[in-house]
């Protein structure tokens, strides 16, 4: 359990930005993708 909260906590501090841009860029993939298909 303590293991679990420090890994949300590194979570939420260290790559919570990087996991952002992340879900970003595939959110403008998917997006790109779904324009092509139309």
Same mark, same amino acid.
């Given at each position: 359990?303590?293991?679990? +909260?420090?890994?949300?906590?590194?979570?939420a501090n260290n790559?919570?930005?990087? +996991?952002k841009n992340m879900?970003? *860029?595939? *959110?403008?993939? /998917?997006?790109? +993708? /779904?324009? /092509?298909?139309r």
């Amino acid at each position: 359990m303590v293991k679990n +909260l420090e890994k949300n906590v590194f979570m939420a501090n260290n790559p919570g930005k990087n +996991l952002k841009n992340m879900t970003n *860029i595939h *959110i403008n993939m /998917f997006g790109m +993708l /779904f324009a /092509f298909n139309r």
